[in-house]
């Protein structure tokens, strides 16, 4: 019987602690709600140090709490996690490094080959000139032949 009943009270101290966790809940909405209709125009004036002090003091209590509920790798993950980081940064820094070979390589073939282009063509011109030249000059030598026939 001793057991039962203290089954039955730690039951209903169980339920009054969940009765006074949403009374507290409850009222923690009830001042929230109150806060946004009538926000306290006191606690805004005032010294802006005091003001800005506070707000500082609430953010690194506030930023405390987060870093609590961070779950920090252990040593073994991290430098795992770091050889990969390594790994990754080799490999595409050689893939990098070829596409950058490749093109630069690419770039030198088309200036090679705008350059045989080139003297090609400059080279087809002076044959080009020079053959125009002696035609020219044939071309002039025949016409001081006809008209020295002609005058003769």
Known sequence: MADEK???????????????KKAAEAAIKEKRKELKKNPDKKEKQGNPFQRAGKAIAKFLKEFRGTIKKII?????????????????????????????????????LIG?????????????????????????????????ETEEDTTA
Not at 6 to 20: F, L, Q
């Open 72 to 108: 920090w790798p252990d040593r073994k993950s991290v430098i795992k996690n770091t050889l990969v980081v390594f790994a990754v940064m080799i490999v595409v820094g050689i893939g990098v490094w070829v596409v950058d070979y490749a093109l630069s390589e690419g770039i030198q």
């Open 112 to 144: 090679k080959a705008a350059e045989a282009i080139q003297q090609e063509d400059e080279t087809e011109g002076e044959s080009t000139t020079a053959a125009q030249t002696q035609a020219a000059t044939t071309t002039a030598a025949a016409q001081t």
């Open 6 to 20: 203290k089954k039955v009270d730690k039951t209903s101290e169980k339920e009054a602690a969940k009765a006074k």
